[in-house]
Every structure is written in C-alpha cells, then in structure tokens.
C-alpha cells in the first residue's frame, strides 16, 4: 500500500511506498524491508530542487525502524523520467541525535514538472522486533523559481509506517461478483490472521467481521466501496496499528432519492456517455463525480514497449479511499488492449495517473447513472 502526501508543507508531491506491505517485524529471521519514495511537482505547478533527505528513529524502540547501520542500507535512485534526473545524485548516509539520516544531493538544480518524476529508494534495512509506529520524516530543499536559493522545507506530517507482527497476514479482499443489480447482496472474502479486530466499513456504516473470512453484505442500491480495517492495539500504549483493504462493486440501475418529483418528459436513468480528458503519460488529472458512474475505456502499450499502467484512486469522505491499477504490456506479441472498468459513487474524487511510454493508448468515458457529470477539479493541495 503506497502512502501519499499531497505537498503537506513542500513545494513536491511524494508517494512512499514500503515493500512489503505491511510490514512486518522481524521474527526468527531478520525481515528486510525496501522503501520507495516517489517525488514529483503537484499537477500543473513547478519547483526546483538540489538535495532530498530522509530520516527515522534508529534502534530497538517501538517508534524505531531499524537497527542497521546507515553505513550498511543501499541507496539509489531509480524510475527517473526523464532518464537523466536519475544522473548526478550524492547519497550520503548518517547516524545522527539517534535518526538514520539519507541525504541525496544533486549537482544541479531539477525542474520538476509535468512528467518529470524520480524514486530514490532504501534497501537492505532489516526491521527490528518491536511493534510500533514509525514516522518517515522528509525535508526538500527547492525554490519556486530557477533563479532563487533553494531552501529547506519539511513534509508535515510525516509518513506513518506501521510495523506489524511478522505472522500477520491480510489481504486479497474481493466480492464474488464485481457489478450487481440493483437490490442484490454480495459475498466478499479475505485473508486474515488472527489477533487484531477487523471491522467492515461502507457509505456511512460498519460493522465488525472479527473472526470471520468473509461477509454478506446488505442489499445494495447504489454503487458502493468497501474497506476493510485491521487494527491491533500498541502494546506500548501508544496509537493503535491500522490496515485497509479496499475494494468496490457496481449496481446497475440505482436508487434515487428525491423529494418532489414531477416529469412532464423522457425520463433518463442512464445519462449519455461521456468522453474524459485522459492524463498524458507521467501526469495525473483530477476529477468530481456528480453521480455514480462507471469509468470505461481501455490502455494498450505501443508495440514492443514494456508495461504502460493507468492508476484510479477514488476517494469519497464516507467510504475512504481505494486505487484499482491497470497494466498492459506488448514487450512481446502482438499488442493487446487491457480493458478498463472503474466504479465511481457519487461525489468521489479520482485521481487518474498514467504510468508508460511514449506511443500508449489510453481511451477514457464516463458512463453516469443518472444525469451527474464528471468534472476535472483543481488537484488537491493537503
């Protein structure tokens, strides 16, 4: 599960993504853990940038990540588009006031734009055995302008990475059937361990599911996301540890709920589809639904390329947030079109990023359920 900062008191936007997730303590062997951090400009803004750096707490504590040495963790600097903002990067790796400190410095200013985007990433750092909470801290040095001074600048808050018991297992949450009529019921299942509480949430309700790998929902009247919420109490007293799975399921023809109605015309429970201004490649766009809705459309890499990805995160208030991704890959054979299909209730924000190579296809509509458009929004900016 990648984490994401919406450019919380930075002029850049990150993504961090741990590998695995979640992560998991180290038992009787030492569990290695990669983190992936994701930087690039917020949508439509720009910032120049010389030097990234990423801290947490070293040792054996619960609010601790790791105790391996800063000396001993590899540093690199991967996914660079374009390829030379992966060039000229200076790792240094530092032990101080009891943080593991990984300062990236380049030998230029980067203008950060549009698709421009880098990962640097940690590996090799072995997970110590305590479970916690961890904060990822980051500082940016940039300037809004390619003449100014690039001055520090600290994510607020930072990442949180929880570590859970090295048995813990969660995940593949999924219905038994991914659209249904309008008053029908689904199955959905998961793979859970035992020891934290699970609890089920959807629209404006939950219940819980502990104990249980799987779960009947009620009769569904409108097109709906699910999450489902491990949490395992801190045995040092502090916040409580938190996983979610998400998933979601589309109803046909759907419930409205109006007050006065009169209709003196043709009535249309399907409103007419709608083409949407697909991101370009390394870009993302943002959208509002005014009704529910189905995202369709298809991705197909160009011929001989690797592995072009589209990415839909929906987030609405009520439902929390879930991402369903897309890949197509014609390195070999003839090309392919991967299909795309993406519910949306109404009211939720998408973001839609697209991940690939020149020459990739990437055909999007939006097929409402009653008469709601879908607009592209300002991207959020906390």
């Known amino acids: 599960m990648a984490i994401h900062a919406r450019s919380a008191g930075t002029l850049l936007r990150y993504t961090l993504k741990p590998v695995p997730a979640p992560v ?11 983190l992936e951090l994701k930087i690039e400009a917020p949508t439509g803004q720009t910032a120049y940038c010389n030097k990234i750096q990423i801290r947490f707490l070293h040792g054996a504590a619960p609010e601790a990540l790791s105790q391996t040495a800063p000396a001993e963790v590899y540093t690199g600097v991967e996914a660079a588009s374009p390829s030379d903002f992966g060039r000229n990067w200076t790792p240094k790796r530092e032990l101080i006031d009891g943080k593991a400190v990984f300062t990236f410095t380049n030998s230029r200013k980067l203008e950060f734009k549009n698709a421009n985007t880098v990962t640097l990433v940690l590996s090799s750092l072995f ?3 305590a479970l916690g909470r961890v904060e ?25 990475v929880d570590k859970w018991p090295s048995e813990f297992t969660f995940q593949n949450l999924r219905p038994d059937e991914i659209s249904v009529a309008r008053g029908e019921k689904v199955i959905l299942t998961w793979e859970a361990s035992r020891g934290p509480t699970y609890t089920m949430h959807w629209d404006d309700h939950s219940e819980s599911v502990t104990g249980d790998l799987s779960w009947e929902s009620p009769e569904l009247e409108r097109t709906t996301g699910f999450m489902l919420m491990a949490q395992l109490a801190d045995p040092g007293g502090g916040a409580p540890l938190i996983y979610a799975l998400t998933t979601a399921v589309t109803v046909t023809e759907p419930n409205l709920t109006v007050g006065d109605l ?35 459309g298809y991705l197909q890499a160009a011929s001989g390329q690797p592995a072009a990805t589209l990415a839909a995160t929906v987030y609405r208030a009520a439902t929390g947030e879930y991402t369903m991704r897309f890949s197509s890959d014609n390195s070999a054979g003839p090309p392919t079109e991967t299909p795309i299909s993406i519910p949306v209730p109404a009211d939720a924000e998408v973001r839609l990023y697209h991940a690939g190579n020149d020459g990739d296809t990437l055909n999007l509509a939006w097929l409402p359920r009653g008469a709601g458009t879908f607009d592209e929004i300002t991207p959020p900016t906390a």
């Open 24 to 34: 998991p303590i180290s038992g009787d062997k030492d569990q290695d853990l990669r």
């Open 127 to 129: 997970v110590n055995k």
């Open 136 to 160: 990822i801290e980051v500082s940016e040095w940039t300037a809004a302008t390619s003449s100014a001074t690039p001055a520090e600048k600290q994510l607020d808050p930072p990442f949180p």
């Open 262 to 296: 009169e209709v003196n015309g043709v009535v249309r429970m399907q409103g007419p589809r709608a083409a949407i201004a697909a991101p370009p490649r390394g870009q993302a766009r943002y959208f509002k639904a005014g009704t529910d809705g189905t995202i369709l």
